[in-house]
């Protein structure tokens, strides 16, 4: 059998306890595949580069060199000065004991960086490798040279602090930015780690790459749906918030639809499995997440120049600092180097490298855990500058199906929820979906006696020995019944379609029905207004019904009677206005329209994610979602900024003082200091982009509230 089997895309994910048994070759194949996929998080992807040492390697090497710096620190002849033990502490060969310890240091705790330079000089990209490399190299070749007889002094405390700071600060700095490089792999922890399998009456543990399209699934109170599905029996709300980011729980019951990695809550249920694999609404959504966050931005390429060209200011600059100490300012050799070395660590474009990958690492992150899933990420970051938005009405501003909007009775004698009731009684029998609409708006359903449809006018029965028929304007044309006009004429000129109830064929009432608009439309688009945005709404539908909709909404401009084809004309030509306009729709007759706009965004796909046009895909069906897509857009450009600016800022600043611009005012700084500095900055720019996810979680919350 050539089963399906369910496995992630683009990331290996192994849950603790995950059992191999019974694994296919096939189950073993895809899962090395993906393995080769694993995103890149922003720390290896740019300046930053840390060459396959992970966040503990760099533990581990921090703290042996730093017990073999103490023994380093105690031999060398300035410290021993300084706390008064030089004879006490001397001893024959002592230099090169200390010249032992300093080589260990070196060539254990200095290897990543020492790696990284053969590796940046190798792909011809220098940057902050090279820098530290050239760094702790220069300073120790000079110092062992010095050992081995040439005139001077020794670097190796300078070099084994300086190396321990850069270790630790690597060490902090891997952990501030894994919290914004891990959107991938957080998205795939949503899925539990086994499935409860029904077959032949009994039930099985498996784990999740055993399950198969077809499969029935037990989900107990509590656990995480393990596959995309149906429901099959039983009933449940389920909380779908770190899928779609609805934050209220979804009831589901027989016919609805499940997705993998939503939790489910107090009822247990049995569900059918749909979607595996690359199918499955998750693993697209790690597809897309990985895309974006591997997608180039135009602020990076800015960035990426910058850190190239300061690291070539950098390199520049330690040269001349060398030459104007020694040549100009006759300083000694040892205290110029000092300076070089100085220089260069503290100018490392680390912080500029990560500035915007993290911002773009955790805006990805926080867009995919709301619902917002970025296709493109130039035009995500180009919604930003949005001025106009076009929003198609139907499934957009409106829910898509008829809703009763008015019931009016025309003898006051009668009370509108007992005639909507006799409607509804009546049209629960038909299939319509008018009938439908008028059916569910009503809180009681009566027994309907002698049930007939109306050929093409509407139904008749008879509801507590009444006489009742649900008919339309045609109907009473026919059969020559006068309604009240006065009453019924503001329904009709708003656009609404208007039905008729008859009691023992008098007619008694009217009920208006119309595609229900959005409850959070009118608000959503009120923000938009308060942002600059202009919005507009687009719609095949007659000029009354849009001018209907266009008052209940707020908005102010509209576009009726436009036939699918041509709604890609109307962005162009609110485009031509010099507006950065965007087009918000369902992602189906509205291709041609999204794919025409500056930022193209789907509503609404649901578990649906395959829209090729849109830029941007919420996957709810809510309006404020375009508010917030357009506020993180916003939100993730200011860090941008913020970062770029630190970034570069703090090398305008810190280059002119470790080179020693102020050291007449007794302002130095050592090469250790300096590394720390250098490392601050970089947790600086991490820990701001992380920020962005604590601003968007208060926002919501406001909103909320």
């Not at 899962?31 to 720390?43: D, I, L, Y």
């Not at 060199?65 to 031999?75: D, E, R, Y």
């Not at 199918?279 to 990426?304: I, P």
Request: proline share 4%.
């Amino acid at each position: 059998m050539n089963h399906q089997k369910y496995s992630s895309p683009d990331i290996s994910f192994h849950h603790k306890g995950e059992s191999n048994k019974g694994e296919s070759n096939r189950g073993k194949t895809t899962r090395m595949n993906h393995q080769k996929h694993t995103p890149p998080t922003a720390s290896n992807r740019h300046h930053g580069k840390h060459y396959g040492h992970n966040i503990q390697d760099f533990k581990i090497r921090f703290y042996i060199s730093l017990i073999v710096t103490i023994p380093i620190l105690l031999l060398s002849p300035i410290i021993q000065n300084v706390l008064g033990l030089r004879e006490t502490l001397q001893f024959p060969g002592d230099q090169y004991v200390l010249w032992l310890l300093s080589s260990f240091i070196y060539f254990y705790g200095g290897k990543p960086f020492l790696l990284g330079l053969f590796r940046e000089l190798k792909e011809r990209t220098p940057g902050m490798m090279t820098l530290i490399g050239l760094a702790i190299s220069v300073a120790y070749l000079y110092s062992s040279a010095v050992v081995f007889g040439v005139e001077g002094e020794v670097f190796f405390w300078e070099l084994a602090t300086l190396i321990d700071v850069m270790l630790l600060g690597h060490w902090i700095e891997m952990k501030a930015t894994s919290g914004a490089s891990n959107a991938v792999e957080s998205l795939v922890k949503l899925l539990p780690s086994t499935a409860h399998r029904i077959s032949d009456d009994s039930i099985e543990d498996i784990p999740l790459h055993l399950i198969n399209k077809g499969d029935k699934l037990l989900v107990k109170p509590g656990e995480k749906i393990p596959a995309d599905g149906q429901v099959v029996s039983g009933e449940s709300s389920v909380n779908e918030a770190m899928i779609t980011g609805e934050s209220v729980p979804v009831y589901k019951k027989s016919g609805n639809r499940v997705i993998g990695g939503s939790v489910n809550g107090e009822g247990s249920i049995t569900i059918v499995v749909d979607k595996t694999g690359e199918e499955s609404f998750l693993s697209q959504v790690v597809k897309l997440v990985s895309n974006a966050q591997k997608s180039r931005s135009r602020t990076q390429e800015l960035a990426d120049r910058a850190a190239v060209w300061l690291t070539g200011i950098a390199l520049g600059s330690g040269i001349l600092t060398l030459l104007i100490w020694t040549i100009f300012l006759k300083q000694n050799f040892e205290f110029a180097l000092e300076r070089t070395v100085t220089v260069m660590v503290i100018a490392c474009p680390h912080a500029l490298g990560l500035a915007i990958p993290l911002v773009v690492a955790m805006s990805t992150s926080i867009s995919a855990q709301n619902g917002l899933l970025i296709k493109k990420r130039s035009a995500f970051e180009k919604a930003r500058n949005i001025s106009a938005i076009l929003f198609d009405k139907t499934g957009t501003i409106t829910i898509g199906k008829f809703g009763v909007t008015d019931v009016i009775t025309f003898d006051s004698s009668w009370d509108k929820n007992r005639l909507l009731s006799y409607a509804a009684s009546v049209e629960s029998h038909s299939q319509h979906p008018i009938a439908q609409a008028i059916v569910e708006s009503s809180s009681e359903i009566l027994k309907v006696n002698n049930f007939n449809s109306i050929t093409g006018k509407g139904a008749q029965g008879v509801v507590e020995n009444h006489l009742v028929k649900v008919v339309s304007p045609g109907y009473l044309e026919e059969n020559n019944i006068e309604p009240l006009s006065n009453a019924v004429s503001p329904l009709i000129e708003k656009g609404t379609t208007v039905i008729y109830v008859l009691v023992d064929d008098k007619a008694e009432g009217a009920i208006a029905l119309s595609d229900i608009i959005r409850p959070e439309s009118k608000d959503a688009i009120h923000r938009l207004k308060e942002m600059g945005v202009n919005p507009m709404m687009i719609t095949g539908d007659n000029r009354k019904v849009a001018q209907w909709v266009a008052e209940q909404t707020g908005l102010t401009e509209y576009f009726a009677e436009v036939l699918p084809q041509d709604k890609v004309n109307k962005v162009k030509e609110v485009q031509a206005g010099g507006n950065i306009t965007a087009m918000a729709g369902d992602g189906i007759n509205d291709a041609p329209a999204l794919a025409q706009a500056d930022v193209g965004i789907a509503i609404g796909a649901g578990t649906d994610i395959a829209a090729e046009t849109a830029d941007i895909i919420l996957v709810r069906s809510n309006l404020s979602d375009v508010v917030s897509a357009i506020e993180l857009a916003r939100k993730t450009y200011r860090k941008m900024v913020q970062n770029l600016w630190w970034a570069t800022g703090y090398n305008a600043v810190a280059i002119p003082l470790a080179a020693g611009v102020l050291y007449s005012w007794g302002i130095l700084l050592s090469p250790a200091l300096g590394a720390a500095l250098m490392s601050v900055s970089t947790v600086i720019v991490a820990m701001n982009a992380r920020l962005l996810k604590k601003e968007e979680k208060r926002e919501r919350i406001s909103n909320i509230e």
